[in-house]
Nanobody, 130 residues
């Protein structure tokens, strides 16, 4: 059973930085795509960044490109999200998501489509104050 556990959320002032981590377990296949999504109160869940663990391909939502960096630590089977220049608009619950890279994409045109990921973590709160 695939399990994803997020950590690293918290509160920070605008302009500050936070680092989120997602530890994955239960995978028999090392080749996977892992992503971060977020959901603000009253809004739909949206994709933030995705990484393919074999090859390191990454893709970012326009709203975070240049401020957030997704990376992997293969030895720890962990994916991280380094967030800098945080804004109040970044306040949300952040979720880790994953799936096998061999599984066909539900939406090949959008790397951050919700349907491309079957496994989800419980989420971690990020609050940015002005």
């Amino acid at each position: 059973q695939v399990q994803l556990v997020e950590s690293g959320g918290g509160s920070v002032q605008a302009g500050g930085s936070l680092r989120l981590s997602c530890a994955a377990s239960g995978y028999a296949d090392d080749h996977k795509r892992m992503a971060w999504f977020r959901q603000a109160p009253g809004k739909e869940r949206e994709g933030v960044a995705v990484i393919y663990t074999a090859g390191g391909y990454t893709y970012y939502a326009a709203s975070v490109k240049g401020r957030f960096t997704i990376s992997q630590d293969n030895a720890k089977n962990t994916v991280n999200l380094q967030m800098t220049s945080l804004k109040p608009a970044d306040t949300a619950i952040y979720y880790c998501a994953a799936d096998f890279a061999s599984r066909a994409l539900a939406d090949a045109h959008d790397p951050l489509s919700l349907g491309n990921f079957r496994f989800w973590g419980q989420g971690t709160q990020v609050t940015v104050s002005s």
